[in-house]
């Protein structure tokens, strides 16, 4: 069958369709990651985007039981170059185009992604519409440019529980046969901010001794100081930061009374808590392999990034320091409050997909709430690896 994707500049891509019959809207971005579908189509960040993967062929590995990162796909539709007719590994349990289906996801195959991407690069994030009902490009194209920016959408709502509920992450992917991990011993109580969570934050946090309340996006700071937390984590989640004055206000009530982390849109809305600013980025990170520098440790970590916003460090007050930069563009990726225990980054340390070398993060948030407190999220910390980084502190700046 055929569909087309349009964008709200008139720009049309014909192909096939796989997946679900029907049209969506939404902001169309590009994802670098060459494996980890599954995890970025259930991701809540991407609720109101339309997203193009850029390595050639998907869909090879089918989709299985453990990989999902909410309870279903989250995007708006999906654009792939080729996707694969045959899918092999031993947790699959079934093919994407069957997947999408079941779950009303629109996608398109047979694209000239490369081509997208460059447009999207030199003209920045576009709404489009990707349909298999209009195979007009025109009519596409202004339906594209009517649907509604995702500064002028609630997505929070959308995606955010509606009332407070205790964590059971599932366990992670293993093979028939293999003892089941010994449960860890929760030494926190943690209270977790939904904006839009994943899975294996909320597997990450359990594994340094966690036991996870997650809340409502718009929860107050009395209802959270009322569970008595060890610390309160902001998780990542999709729009406008600048949106969510209600929750940045909400942390700032929080900042000194308890230790905080957050990622992604959590760490922009402890940015705007702390007085700082946040500004739209022309196409956004997304993908599993950039490159960051950890200004206190001097080493470089390869993260999984998913935000189309950035804190403006210029805006930070003198209070605020920097501790992480990306290495493409010099945009701020992480920072900390000197005088109470707060910190975060503009990454996502629990990866899924893409790699683990920022999973010392949590360990770090762990810190903050055990008896040893009193050091900064960002001091030497013994790596799992037995590695030893510097603790030098360089004083504030973008680096890079």
């Known amino acids: 069958m055929e569909a087309i994707l349009a964008l709200e500049d008139g720009r049309a891509f014909r192909g096939r369709s796989f997946g679900a019959v029907g049209e969506r809207g939404g902001e169309v971005v590009f994802n670098t990651s060459m494996t980890g579908y599954q995890e970025i189509l259930t991701d809540p960040s991407y609720r109101g985007q339309i997203v193009v993967m850029t390595a050639p062929q998907i869909g090879n590995y089918g989709v299985n039981d453990h990989d999902e990162e909410s309870a279903r796909p989250q995007v708006e539709g999906f654009a792939v170059r080729e996707i694969s007719e045959v899918h092999s590994n031993w947790r699959s349990r079934k093919d994407l185009p069957q997947y999408l289906k079941e779950n009303d996801v629109v996608g398109?195959?047979?694209?000239?992604?490369?081509?997208?991407?460059?447009?999207?690069?030199?003209?920045?994030?576009?709404?489009?519409?990707?349909?298999?009902?209009?195979?007009?490009?025109?009519?596409?194209?202004?339906?594209?440019?009517?649907?509604?920016?995702?500064?002028?959408?609630?997505?929070?709502?959308?995606?955010?529980?509606?009332?407070?509920?205790?964590?059971?992450?599932?366990?992670?992917?293993?093979?028939?046969?293999?003892?089941?991990?010994?449960?860890?011993?929760?030494?926190?109580?943690?209270?977790?901010?939904?904006?839009?969570i994943k899975g294996n934050i909320l597997r990450c946090l359990e594994e340094v001794g966690c036991r996870v309340t997650v809340v409502p996006a718009g929860a107050s700071a009395v209802e959270v100081l009322a569970l008595q937390p060890s610390g309160v984590f902001l998780s990542n989640g999709p729009g406008d930061p600048e949106a969510l004055g209600a929750a940045a206000g909400t942390v700032r009530e929080l900042l000194g009374r308890v230790p905080v982390f957050g990622i992604c849109l959590g760490h922009q809305i402890l940015a705007l808590a702390c007085g700082g600013r946040t500004y739209k980025l022309k196409f956004g990170h997304r993908g599993a392999n950039h490159p960051v520098m950890n200004l206190e440790a001097g080493r470089?970590?390869?993260?999984?990034?998913?935000?189309?916003?950035?804190?403006?460090?210029?805006?930070?007050?003198?209070?605020?320091?920097?501790?992480?930069?990306?290495?493409?563009?010099?945009?701020?990726?992480?920072?900390?409050?000197?005088?109470?225990?707060?910190?975060?980054?503009?990454?996502?340390?629990?990866?899924?997909?893409?790699?683990?070398?920022?999973?010392?993060?949590?360990?770090?948030?762990a810190a903050l709430m055990g008896p040893d407190s009193r050091r900064g999220p960002f001091e030497a910390e013994e790596r799992q690896e037995g590695a030893h980084a510097d603790s030098a502190r360089p004083s504030k700046g973008q680096g890079g």
């Open 108 to 196: 398109i195959s047979e694209i000239d992604t490369r081509a997208l991407t460059r447009h999207l690069r030199s003209r920045g994030v576009l709404r489009g519409v990707v349909s298999t009902v209009d195979h007009d490009p025109e009519s596409l194209s202004g339906k594209a440019r009517g649907y509604p920016a995702p500064a002028q959408q609630d997505l929070v709502a959308r995606v955010s529980c509606s009332a407070p509920y205790i964590a059971a992450p599932r366990p992670g992917p293993g093979w028939a046969g293999e003892p089941a991990p010994r449960k860890k011993r929760a030494r926190f109580k943690v209270v977790a901010y939904d904006f839009g």
């Open 300 to 365: 470089v970590e390869i993260t999984a990034q998913n935000h189309g916003y950035s804190v403006d460090p210029d805006s930070l007050p003198p209070e605020m320091e920097i501790t992480h930069v990306n290495l493409n563009d010099g945009t701020l990726e992480g920072m900390r409050h000197r005088g109470v225990p707060a910190f975060s980054v503009q990454y996502h340390p629990e990866a899924s997909p893409g790699p683990h070398d920022a999973s010392y993060l949590f360990h770090q948030f």
